[in-house]
């Protein structure tokens, strides 16, 4: 059986909407009340998910995998797994294999990042994917610090951030002092600390970690929230 693939998802508080491609072309609409998880009439205005802007982000997260100075196999194909349910053109799906192989240069791709939400997304995964392989390299961290210069968040969006990361990656950031430059006190750190719920740790494997990317850029209006930090 082949699966339909997505082309466009939207979700709030209330509502999550899906369009999906089956294998004849057509396209599918489901409106589902979250509070209920009953599905709805399609009674209501949408807008298309902007999959150029995906690709966009895409293009770092694989620039971040090959600051260590290679991408294995394994995570080339973990990365296009996870991606082929994204209902991408032809020449979209060149790009990407491109990246896989010959990364554009990090200055030219933060160009084309424009909302926060998107820049909260680039850090978090770039995080995950610098503990995926369990190595930690200078460049994996002047990377980090190059992205948190370029995309000029406020200090109340780093905390966001350390508070939905795993455990694991909590400890990376104290451990390479990454909490001076995402503009957390080492004090705010305790306090943080303190009083976030204890997230355990949980499988940072490549293909999780891509896999958690799509995920969360489905979900990213939500997951991002500024009221989320308290």
Same mark, same amino acid.
Do not use: F, G, M, W
């Given at each position: 059986m082949v699966e339909s693939k997505i082309t466009e998802y939207f979700f709030n508080e209330n509502y999550s909407f899906?369009? !999906?491609?089956?294998e004849k072309g057509k396209k599918i609409g489901k409106l589902v009340n979250i509070q209920t998880s009953k599905e709805e009439k399609l009674d209501q205005r949408v807008l298309p998910e902007n999959i150029p802007n995906l690709l966009n982000v895409a293009k770092i997260i694989i620039s971040a995998a090959w600051q260590d100075g290679k991408i294995l196999q394994s995570e080339k194909d973990a990365f296009n797994k996870v991606f082929e349910h994204v209902d991408v053109?032809?020449? &979209?799906?060149r790009e990407i294999k491109n990246e896989l192989v010959n990364p554009t240069p990090i200055e030219e791709l933060v160009k084309h990042i424009k909302t926060r939400e998107e820049k909260m997304l680039? =850090?978090?995964?770039?995080l995950l =994917?610098?503990?995926a392989d369990n190595e930690f390299h200078p460049k994996e961290k002047a990377f980090i610090e190059y992205l948190v210069k370029e995309f000029k968040l406020d200090t109340a969006d780093f905390?966001? *951030? @350390?508070?939905? *990361?795993? &455990?694991? !990656? +909590? +400890? @990376?950031?104290?451990?390479?002092?990454l909490h001076d430059t995402l503009e957390i +006190?080492?004090?705010?750190?305790d306090v943080i600390t303190k009083f976030a719920v204890d997230k355990k740790a949980k499988d940072?494997?490549?293909? &999780? !970690? @891509?896999s958690h990317f799509l995920n969360n850029w489905k979900n990213r209006s939500t997951r991002y929230r500024r009221s989320s930090v308290y």
């Open positions: 899906t369009v !999906v491609r089956d053109s032809e020449e &979209q799906e680039i =850090l978090e995964t770039a =994917l610098i503990i905390i966001i *951030l @350390y508070n939905i *990361l795993p &455990q694991r !990656v +909590k +400890k @990376y950031i104290t451990k390479e002092k +006190k080492a004090d705010e750190i940072t494997s490549h293909e &999780q !970690v @891509y």
